[in-house]
């Protein structure tokens, strides 16, 4: 079953501005992941943020995880034209490897 | 490093016949590997989890007898949609882990049944 819900589902920007996407679950987490996908491709792993974790960077990416809230947050900063893609998170639970994901973000980046 | 192929990218078929697919785990050994569904503008399914060398764990909803995997290797996995009809067109999807948590997706493969 779909736990996480991403919004907004859609989202469009400017070149050079920065993109925030959100993604809340309802149970308890192992570890989340946020994943990109460009149209008709596979995913690409971009981050992975552990429950005892509250933020993590890599390149232009930063993500937060409120567990408390049961949320997460993906921002892209100094977003470019090549970031346009669907932004997935994904989240394992209890002792399972399954990955659940969420309905994703549509990220447009106009130049 | 981490890469995964899937093959074939896209294949059309008639209704009735079977298409297999496979996923590859190119430069490590996957002790799992993964299967997903994607319909057009929506998010992933999991379908089954395979470990090689044992049955695939089927989710709920997936018939086991339409959607058969096979984990014959450490670095080869294969999905066979027998008997397919127009419902079973999606995007499919691989993914593959060796240790640890993080999952590697391979390209997809687009399934049009006619």
């Known amino acids: 079953s779909q736990q996480g819900e991403e919004d907004p589902q859609a989202l469009s920007i400017q070149e050079g501005e920065n993109a925030t996407m959100n993604c809340s679950y309802k149970?308890?987490?192992?570890?989340l992941q946020w994943y990109r996908q460009n149209s008709g491709r596979g995913l690409v792993h971009l981050i992975l943020?552990?429950?005892?974790?509250r933020e993590k960077h890599s390149g232009r990416l930063r993500v937060t995880l409120d567990t408390s809230k049961k949320s997460s947050s993906l921002l892209i900063t100094a977003s470019r034209a090549a970031d346009t893609a669907s932004y997935f998170c994904?989240?394992?639970?209890?002792?399972?490897?399954?990955?659940?994901f969420g309905k994703g973000t549509k990220l447009t980046v106009n130049p | 490093g981490a890469v995964v192929s899937q093959h074939p990218s896209w294949v059309i078929c008639k209704s009735g016949t079977s298409v297999k697919i496979e996923c590859r785990s190119l430069?490590?050994?996957?002790?799992?590997m993964f299967w997903y569904r994607q319909f057009p503008k929506q998010s992933l399914m999991l379908m089954a989890t395979?470990?090689?060398?044992?049955?695939?764990?089927?989710e709920q909803g997936v018939e086991k007898d339409k959607f058969l995997i096979n984990h014959a290797s450490l670095t080869l996995s294969t999905l066979t949609v027998t008997s397919a009809h127009p419902e079973d067109s999606s995007f499919y999807i691989c993914?593959?882990?060796?240790?640890?948590?993080?999952?590697?997706f391979g390209p997809g493969t687009r399934l049009l049944v006619l």
């Open positions: 993914s593959a882990r060796q240790t640890g948590v993080t999952q590697y």
């Open positions: 149970t308890s987490i192992n570890n």
């Open positions: 943020i552990r429950s005892n974790e």
């Open positions: 994904a989240t394992t639970q209890g002792g399972s490897e399954k990955l659940v």
């Open positions: 430069d490590f050994q996957a002790t799992t």
């Open positions: 395979s470990n090689e060398g044992s049955k695939a764990t089927y």
